[in-house]
């Protein structure tokens, strides 16, 4: 394995980081999840631009241009030779001293590309959907640490997967501080009610990722009535259908919330309909390399 740091490969014993890097002492840095499906990098564009919006709010510069990085991404999947990937990119604020001041940073902020394989949740959990849970920890305020940067301190999200498997589920609902649904550990979440579409608007507590707005997108040209508006616990309880998307794990159903069964109990019509033309626009978009 290779392992990209700062404009260098490494193998994977050797790819380190120093102790003092502020991204391993405060989690203070920015990361993207992205895939590559049949040597084509799945929105490319729209991760390496989240990334440094994420690295703008938080001000930390990324020491090379959004095109660099897009060649540093497919130089990092050519030298592991991999048609089908999971690609973590990491920019932290780099290596300082131990006090948290970014500006004890003086070096350059550290740029880590990490391409492997990864498979979220066992292929039984698409077969027959997962089991959710709310947990009591609900997603950061936006106006402590806002959702939409993909930071690379995640102990909000981690506490709250905790939770999940404490109590024997596989994913933790997280609500916003209103007590709306907001999403999952690392998932944007889904209903179906009457054949049309439901998801949290980005604000508070949502991450806009960037599987949900493809999906968006799909249901839309499908003409399927898409509606991004807040959502309670009992509307998800009540829908016929619920699954949620994220980069790593996709699509995946969810058949059971808070002890009740959803829909059917099986993986509904329409998140099949929607995991096979998500597949399919996998196949034919993305950055070939
Ligand atoms: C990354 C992430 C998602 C999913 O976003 P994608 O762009 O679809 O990968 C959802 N929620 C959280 C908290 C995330 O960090």
Same mark, same amino acid.
């Given at each position: 394995?290779?392992?990209?740091?700062?404009?260098?490969?490494?193998?994977?014993?050797?790819?380190?980081?120093?102790?003092?890097?502020?991204?391993?002492?405060?989690?203070?840095?920015?990361?993207?999840?992205?895939?590559?499906?049949?040597?084509?990098?799945?929105?490319?564009?729209?991760?390496?631009?989240?990334?440094?919006?994420?690295?703008?709010?938080?001000?930390?510069?990324?020491?090379?241009?959004?095109?660099?990085?897009?060649?540093?991404?497919?130089?990092?999947?050519?030298?592991?030779k991999?048609?089908?990937?999971?690609?973590?990119?990491?920019?932290?604020?780099?290596?300082?001293?131990?006090?948290?001041?970014?500006?004890?940073?003086?070096?350059?902020?550290?740029?880590?590309?990490?391409?492997?394989?990864?498979?979220?949740?066992?292929?039984?959990?698409?077969?027959?959907?997962l089991?959710?849970?709310?947990?009591?920890?609900?997603?950061?305020?936006?106006?402590?640490?806002?959702?939409?940067?993909?930071?690379?301190n995640?102990?909000?999200?981690?506490?709250?997967?905790?939770?999940?498997?404490?109590?024997g589920?596989?994913?933790?609902?997280?609500?916003d501080?209103?007590?709306?649904v907001?999403?999952?550990?690392?998932?944007?979440?889904?209903?179906?009610?009457?054949?049309q579409?439901?998801?949290?608007?980005?604000?508070? /507590?949502?991450?806009?990722?960037?599987?949900?707005?493809?999906?968006? =997108?799909?249901? +839309? !040209? $499908?003409? *399927?009535?898409?509606?991004?508006?807040?959502?309670?616990r009992?509307?998800?309880?009540?829908?016929?259908?619920?699954?949620?998307?994220?980069?790593?794990a996709?699509?995946?159903?969810?058949?059971?919330?808070?002890?009740?069964?959803?829909?059917?109990?099986?993986? /509904?019509?329409?998140?099949?309909?929607?995991m096979?033309?998500?597949r =399919?626009?996998? +196949? !034919? $978009?993305? *950055?070939?390399?």
């Amino acid at each position: 394995m290779k392992i990209y740091i700062n404009g260098k490969f490494y193998e994977k014993q050797d790819a380190k980081v120093s102790v003092f890097d502020h991204g391993l002492l405060y989690g203070d840095g920015v990361f993207e999840g992205i895939r590559s499906y049949s040597r084509l990098v799945f929105k490319l564009r729209e991760h390496i631009d989240r990334l440094f919006e994420s690295a703008h709010s938080i001000m930390l510069d990324v020491p090379m241009t959004k095109s660099q990085m897009v060649r540093a991404v497919v130089e990092t999947l050519k030298a592991n030779k991999l048609n089908n990937a999971y690609i973590r990119l990491i920019v932290t604020r780099g290596e300082g001293d131990l006090g948290l001041d970014p500006r004890k940073c003086r070096g350059q902020a550290t740029v880590i590309i990490i391409a492997d394989n990864i498979a979220l949740y066992p292929e039984k959990f698409y077969k027959e959907g997962l089991s959710i849970i709310t947990v009591p920890t609900v997603r950061n305020l936006p106006e402590a640490l806002n959702p939409q940067i993909k930071s690379l301190n995640y102990l909000n999200n981690i506490l709250a997967k905790i939770e999940a498997v404490n109590s024997g589920c596989d994913e933790a609902i997280m609500l916003d501080s209103l007590g709306f649904v907001a999403e999952c550990t690392g998932d944007n979440i889904f209903i179906v009610k009457k054949n049309q579409l439901y998801t949290p608007p980005q604000c508070m /507590g949502t991450l806009r990722g960037i599987t949900r707005d493809a999906i968006l =997108e799909i249901a +839309k !040209k $499908s003409r *399927v009535a898409v509606h991004e508006h807040v959502i309670t616990r009992h509307e998800v309880y009540i829908s016929d259908e619920c699954f949620l998307t994220g980069t790593a794990a996709e699509i995946i159903p969810v058949v059971r919330v808070d002890g009740r069964m959803i829909g059917t109990g099986r993986p /509904g019509g329409m998140t099949l309909k929607l995991m096979k033309k998500f597949r =399919e626009l996998t +196949k !034919k $978009s993305g *950055v070939k390399y």
